[in-house]
């Protein structure tokens, strides 16, 4: 108990620490319906959807979505806080403890394509913004399977995290970097692996595969989104990029796959897709 009130404390001293008008405003939940709907686009993954691809209405989080993918079969699990088939016998700090380190109260560990890796580094702040959010969420009574993976999973993602700062909101770069890795995780889709690890010498490079969600047994390929002028988006004025962020086109108008949720981009503040374009210009080139 006493771990747990230092988090909290920490969470809401960072709540109540100057962190700009437009920020401080914000009420907990309010920031973390905004990380969970369209920063994070949880949904993707924890919303069932039906035959047509739209998300099932009045199931908003309540798990199902299933999909195949290179490390086994996915199932969204249900995040509402119904006590039988959601959290709603976690914590808030058990919820902050999970996003962050990759472990379920019960111990056991929490697999792809959850990007735990970039979720380790949220702050306080919006660590606890979501699990207050999502613990204000109507419950939803549906039990959905667990995951299935063709690969162990790790024992651990890494030294248990307690304390991440907020990012400095002034310096547009760095909190773009904070946008499309932690919150938005970006560069987890977009940057190749090699073996279990992202290939951080092509960071945004793309090319990896992942289920077209929508279209059953399609697969797609991210996109390569550094700077370079042949192979990323070196050529492509930052309003290309914000259209396929926001819109799901690119500049010659073909559409973008859904797995991509620009659907959920699409309700992002200008502040937030300006820091992420300024960020994506700062990458190194990568043929």
Known sequence: MGRSRSVLGAIAFCLAAGLG?????????????????TLGACGNCHTPHDAANRPIAGMELAGGREFDFQAGHAVGPNITPDKEAGIGGWTVWQIVYALRNGKRPDGTMIGPPMPIAFYRQLS?????????????????????????YRV?????????????????????????????????????????????QLDLSRFGAG????PELGTPGAVTVSRNITPDPEAGLGKWSDADVKGAI??????????????????????MTSDD???????????????
């Open 21 to 37: 008008a437009a920020v401080a405003a914000q009420t907990y939940g309010e920031r973390g319906a905004y990380l969970v709907n």
């Open 207 to 210: 090319g990896r595969e992942f």
């Open 273 to 287: 897709i300006n820091a992420i374009v300024d960020y994506l210009r700062t990458l190194k080139p990568v043929r």
């Open 152 to 196: 162990p999973l790790p024992e651990t993602y890494g030294p248990p995290i307690s304390h991440v700062a907020e990012p400095d909101r002034w310096d547009k770069i760095a909190y773009g970097a904070y946008l499309a890795g932690p919150v938005a995780h970006c560069m987890e889709c977009h940057t190749p692996r090699h073996g279990p």
């Open 124 to 148: 306080d702040r919006d660590a606890g913004a979501i699990a207050v959010y999502l613990k204000s969420l109507k419950p939803v009574r549906h039990a959905v399977a667990r995951s299935q």
């Open 246 to 267: 926001l819109l799901g086109h690119r500049p010659d108008g073909t559409r973008l796959a859904r797995t991509m949720p620009f659907d959920a981009y699409n309700k």
